[in-house]
């Protein structure tokens, strides 16, 4: 394909997700709002993003904290109003920044109008717009269920004696896309933000829409990881591409799936442009690195492997070579802080570690995600206690293994590196209480590190901080359209300490040094002609070219050369 037809804004663009309920708080209530995004888009625009990402600011009973969408048209009461909302995207179209919102159409809230109609009796208009098994069906054959108490999706509802299908919490019951009627509604809820000037979705779960309605029971190779057969259902493709006809090609917007079960083998069918379905997709295969198979949540007991980080993305990337376009994140608000897991977050190793990975992040093809905070370095919280975790995931598994009787001190310890709320604590702002979130108690406790140097204001001043180093780096990667799209080799596949490899197209080649070691790290890179080496960036001042074949890095040093 022509390189310039592939040229799109939403490949060129560098992603900023807000989690709006900590990011900053302007009426003292120690809830983030939509007026304290308002308040900080100068500062997003100084970063050198061009698109914000916010999580689910809809309104909703915040079981699974706004991905319970009661009302799809209106602003949660604790964030703001549809006129803070309407002044926020005046605010960045202003700076150029463009939006898209989270659009969670798997599953609703149970206080959604449609459902409360829908379980009211079995001839309701609403009653197909969710998935119901009447009683004398039996029991329904089993399905997981993430973040219910008994593990089970099916819940009893006496009033109409049927159960309802929920892949999510109680509260989160399926959506019908089976129904032609639900799948118009959707289509117009859609239509109804892009008329606002929003400019793309990030579809939540969206890999789970289609379901084999008969239900059947799972195969019995089934071994507990029931993602691959919620994931792909039969008319997956089918809903997509009519949603891209009805709504997603009459506007020039982005779209990027979260692919929950989505494998390499199938993922142009959701992105290759002839296709007309998705832009792009997150996909799980980082994130399952470290995670116990088929667990998610859990931890893996060894450390993950270098070879096998460069291995998933190189994978990824080959497959996007010639068709579609993929995404890169190290971390989002379902996962921990990248610095604290890909990295290293001990005072002596932090800054160099998380301006390694963002060097990583804006260097590799496709668009780059980055969760508020992760420009400063943000880490861990790695909450002790129950008593300070605030997410449904973590509390239901804890009643779900204390009701079982198993090891709650073995589950804190998996939560303090696994737990979804290590990424959504306040957005540290400064050195006031709170670190500048809010006035009074925060809904969930600020990292006390914004005390040492983990927070904008002392990173604004310091030339060579975490954050001014982010700037730098959003820059290069604007400067040169070869980052972008670039062709990716990788080098020395087997070194278990430094990430290698080269961006190259027909007039630019560039050669990115990652080292992923806590020790001082060498490495010979024969293959290449360094004769023209010009140094692009350096996170560290330490000299690092021995001689023309040989580099010596500190422990987590980032280097870009351009080579010519
Ligand atoms: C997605 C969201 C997650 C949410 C779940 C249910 O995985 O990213 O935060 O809990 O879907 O909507």
Not at 242 to 247: I, P, S, Y
Request: proline share 4%; with cysteine; glycine share 6%.
């Amino acid at each position: 394909m022509e390189e310039s037809s592939r040229r799109k804004w939403w490949k060129e663009g560098i992603v900023y997700q807000i989690y709006p309920r900590s990011f900053q708080d302007t009426t003292g209530n120690g809830i983030g709002d939509l007026r304290g995004i308002i308040h900080r888009l100068d500062y997003i625009k100084s970063l050198g993003v061009d698109i914000i990402w916010l999580n689910p600011i809809y309104k909703s009973p915040n079981d699974d904290h706004g991905y319970d969408i009661s009302d799809y048209r209106s602003i949660m009461e604790e964030f703001g109003t549809m006129s803070d909302f309407d002044e926020l995207l005046m605010g960045m179209k202003q700076r150029g920044l463009k939006l898209v919102m989270d659009l969670v159409v798997n599953h609703s809230s149970d206080e959604h109008p449609w459902f409360l109609e829908s379980k009211k009796s079995r001839d309701n208009p609403y009653r197909d717009y969710y998935h119901w098994w009447p009683e004398e069906k039996g029991t329904p054959p089993k399905r997981w269920s993430f973040f219910d108490l008994e593990e089970n999706a099916w819940k009893y509802d006496p009033c109409t004696k049927a159960y309802y299908l929920h892949c999510f919490s109680v509260k989160q019951p399926d959506l019908n896309w089976e129904n032609s009627k639900v799948r118009q509604e959707i289509h117009d809820l859609m239509k109804f933000w892009f008329d606002k000037g929003v400019d793309g979705f990030r579809m939540d779960v969206i890999s789970f829409i289609s379901k084999d309605t008969d239900f059947p029971e799972l195969p019995e190779k089934y071994n507990g990881d029931f993602i691959p057969y919620y994931a792909n259902g039969p008319r997956l493709h089918e809903y997509l591409h009519e949603m891209n006809t009805e709504v997603l090609s009459k506007y020039d917007v982005m779209t990027v799936g979260e692919g929950t079960g989505i494998s390499i083998e199938q993922a142009l069918d959701f992105v290759n442009e002839d296709r007309k379905e998705l832009n792009m997709f997150f996909h799980f295969d980082l994130m399952d690195l470290d995670r116990e198979p088929g667990q998610m949540f859990t931890m893996r007991k060894e450390k993950w492997k270098l070879t096998d980080f460069k291995r998933v993305h190189s994978q990824w990337d080959s497959i996007f070579a010639q068709k579609g376009w993929g995404s890169i994140y190290l971390n989002n608000h379902d996962f921990p802080r990248a610095v604290s897991r890909w990295g290293n977050d001990s005072k002596v190793h932090w800054r160099n570690a998380a301006t390694m990975l963002h060097t990583f992040v804006l260097t590799m093809r496709g668009t780059p995600y980055f969760l508020y905070g992760e420009e400063i370095g943000m880490t861990n919280i790695k909450f002790n206690d129950i008593e300070d975790y605030r997410d449904i995931n973590t509390l239901n598994r804890f009643e779900t293994i204390k009701k079982e009787g198993g090891n709650l001190e073995a589950f804190i310890e998996n939560e303090k590196h696994a737990g979804r709320d290590n990424a959504r604590t306040p957005m540290q702002w400064d050195l006031s209480e709170n670190a500048g979130f809010t006035p009074i108690k925060p809904w969930i406790n600020v990292n006390k590190n914004y005390l040492e140097g983990v927070n904008v204001l002392v990173q604004e001043s310091e030339e060579d901080s975490v954050l001014n180093y982010f700037r730098r780096m959003t820059h290069v990667r604007k400067s040169h359209a070869t980052l972008i799209y670039g062709d990716y080799s990788l080098l020395d596949p087997e070194n278990e300490e430094i990430y290698a490899y080269t961006r190259s197209d027909s007039k630019n080649t560039f050669l990115v040094l990652l080292s992923f070691s806590s020790r001082i790290t060498e490495l010979t890179l024969n293959e290449l002609d360094l004769g023209l080496a010009k140094l692009v960036i350096s996170n560290d001042e330490a000299p690092h070219l021995k001689n023309d074949k040989k580099f010596v890095l500190q422990p987590y040093q980032a280097l870009i050369y351009h080579l010519g």
